[in-house]
């Protein structure tokens, strides 16, 4: 089928995507570079050796939550018991003198996890800087 000339006279009457596409290129071409490419990850702490003359930063703070048979909640700070509302107190003045100020919650599997939230709120009260939870599984390993 062959074109005669008043069909060519008569034009294109389309848009001319071909520099459209181009310049389309173009923007994705910079936006790539210009996007700076980062990792999100996890943050993790080191553990780091210890340093000579810190015997009393040595021991770590554990603050136990205890069940008892009878459905009462005991607390216990490095294994010495506490009423609930001296903990905050006593963690505040545990890590005054502290540098590195880390403490571990343990709970018994029977108590809701609203009341490790609490300690959990008290340690960071106490400007407490991480805290970690002890489970049954890391405690075997150490």
Request: charged share 20%.
């Amino acid at each position: 089928m062959a074109v005669t000339g008043s069909e060519m006279n008569k034009g294109i009457t389309g848009i001319n995507v071909t520099p459209l596409i181009d310049v389309l290129l173009v923007l994705l071409i910079i936006f790539m570079v210009i996007v700076p490419v980062t990792s999100h990850g996890l943050s993790s702490s080191i553990p780091q050796p210890a340093k000579k003359g810190a015997q009393e930063e040595a021991r770590a703070v554990v603050v136990q939550v205890v069940a008892a048979p009878n459905g009462e909640i005991g607390y216990l700070i490095n294994q010495r018991p506490f009423a609930k509302a001296e903990i905050e107190g006593q963690l505040a003045e545990t890590f005054a003198s502290r540098q590195q100020k880390v403490m571990f919650v343990k709970a018994d599997a029977s108590v809701q996890y609203a009341t490790v939230a609490e300690i959990i709120d008290m340690g960071h009260r106490a400007s407490v800087d991480t805290i970690g939870l002890l489970t049954p599984r890391l405690e075997r390993h150490q």
